[in-house]
């Protein structure tokens, strides 16, 4: 069940960014479409990743998802010589906040026996 969920939370942002590209050409233009887009899908991923993970834990996790996952497509917009730069860096930054959390949620000896 934790994979479906993660799959589906992933089709559901892949399909706002693609939706944020279709909606980019309308009246609306990026920062309303990214505003009637994004903003719920990161939401529902929050919101999830709140309830699927211990208390302290899922909201840090849902928080750096959301911030760095909002945060990056802005940033690229502005400097898109570099966007790779800030996925990369982005992606780094999830890692190392999800594995620092493992680390202190899960001490050594009971990661063994887990």
Do not use: K, N
Request: with cysteine; glycine share 10%.
């Amino acid at each position: 069940l934790p994979v479906v969920i993660a799959l589906l939370l992933a089709a559901l942002v892949a399909c706002a960014y693609g939706l944020l590209g279709s909606l980019e050409e309308t009246p609306l233009g990026f920062w309303w479409g990214s505003l009637v887009t994004l903003v719920p899908a990161f939401i529902v991923v929050g919101l999830t990743m709140r309830s699927a993970l211990p208390r302290p834990t899922g909201g840090i996790v849902a928080g750096v998802m959301t911030v760095l996952g909002l945060l990056f497509p802005f940033v690229s917009g502005l400097d898109a010589d570099r966007a790779e730069l800030y996925l990369y860096l982005c992606l780094i930054l999830i890692l190392a906040t999800v594995t620092h959390l493992v680390m202190v949620r899960w001490p050594q000896g009971e990661a063994a026996s887990a």
